[in-house]
């Protein structure tokens, strides 16, 4: 059975940090792009961060640039999304994707996905 699951998310005060993980199980990681996408209530789905298979191309957001890092571990079949300098704006339910036969920006831009993870949330409050 394909999964991809999300683990990580919490609450954190303004200013502090969380990392991400997105656990594949049942296909090799390493054969897709990955991407995290969130979406916080009443908004769109928009896309946060995307890297490639061998990890040499990534995307993101500018919302999200010089503050969150995304990275990738196939030999774990993991990608992590790092979290820095955190906003209430970025208080949203995180999702992580793969998707084959696409580009990082495509994919982080159009939502592209064969396969999606269940969510986590995050919450940046004071």
């Known amino acids: 059975q394909l999964q991809l699951v999300e683990i990580g998310g919490g609450l954190v005060q303004p200013g502090g940090s969380l990392r991400l993980s997105c656990a594949a199980s049942?296909?090799?990681?390493?054969?897709?792009?990955i991407g995290w996408f969130r979406q916080a209530p009443g908004k769109e789905r928009e896309g946060v961060s995307c890297?490639?298979?061998?990890?040499?191309?990534?995307n993101y957001a500018d919302s999200v640039k010089g503050r969150f890092t995304i990275s990738r571990d196939n030999a774990k079949n993991t990608v992590y999304l790092q979290m820095n300098s955190l906003k209430p704006e970025d208080t949203a339910v995180y999702y992580c994707?793969?998707?084959?036969?696409?580009?990082?920006?495509?994919?982080?831009?159009?939502?592209?996905?064969?396969?999606w993870g269940q969510g986590t949330q995050v919450t940046v409050s004071s």
């Open positions: 994707a793969a998707a084959r036969f696409t580009t990082v920006q495509a994919m982080c831009v159009m939502g592209k996905g064969n396969y």
């Open positions: 049942g296909f090799a990681l390493s054969n897709y792009l």
């Open positions: 890297i490639s298979g061998n990890g040499g191309s990534t």
